[in-house]
């Protein structure tokens, strides 16, 4: 059966913790594929900063380009609307019959599952692959991966890796700031941020 992972997030820009994150569970897991989702409008973060859908996308193929088993999926930016990750799911469970689906997503977003919309339903729909985002978070996600395994029967998988102690949103401000922040985004990404002169 093939394993298929989502990635979901804004990706505003997309940067090197998040391709490392998903680098890592793919090899952990020996994952056939990643799909990138970038989020239309993301119920947790506001849309103020957010990029153009079409930049967003573009970022996130770059970011994939070259990297066997990746690809981008526009289906939450053409559905439109506040995207669900429960609606993701059954979307990918229905086109995928015969997949077995997992989900990544950084520490904080983690945490706060409980508060997501339809949360059971997305911990019966797939396995959920998490890591710290910060220093010392990794002890704190091990044990809410226990409370859901005790409560709600969840297939998690909490990996211990060296935090990437950069945001998307410190990289703006950086860019704004006229910082030099190219170690953080792949080449490319670097270059079609200069060159659409975003953030800026």
Do not use: Q
Not at 159 to 176: D, T
């Amino acid at each position: 059966m093939e394993k298929l992972a989502i990635f979901g997030g804004t990706f505003n820009p997309i940067h090197n913790g998040h391709i490392n994150l998903a680098k890592r569970f793919k090899d952990e897991l020996s994952l056939d594929r990643v799909v990138l989702m970038p989020a239309k409008k993301n119920p947790w973060k506001s849309s103020e900063e957010l990029v153009c859908d079409e930049d967003r996308l573009n970022m996130c193929s770059l970011a994939a380009e070259g990297i066997s088993g990746f690809e981008v999926s526009d289906y939450e930016i053409k559905k439109g609307g506040t995207s669900y990750t429960v609606e993701t799911l059954r979307h990918f469970k229905k086109v995928c019959p015969d997949s077995e689906l997992y989900f990544i997503m950084g520490g904080d977003m983690f945490l706060s599952l409980e508060r997501w919309f339809c949360f059971e339903e997305i911990l019966s729909l797939c396995t959920i692959l998490a890591a710290a985002r910060r220093g010392g978070e990794y002890e704190n996600l091990k044990i809410f991966e226990d409370r859901l395994k005790g409560l709600y029967g969840a297939k998690t998988r909490v990996l211990e890796m060296e935090p990437y102690e950069i945001s998307s949103s410190e990289i703006r401000k950086m860019i704004k700031l006229r910082k030099d922040f190219s170690c953080y985004l792949p080449e490319r990404v670097v270059k079609y941020i200069m060159s659409k002169n975003l953030y800026f």
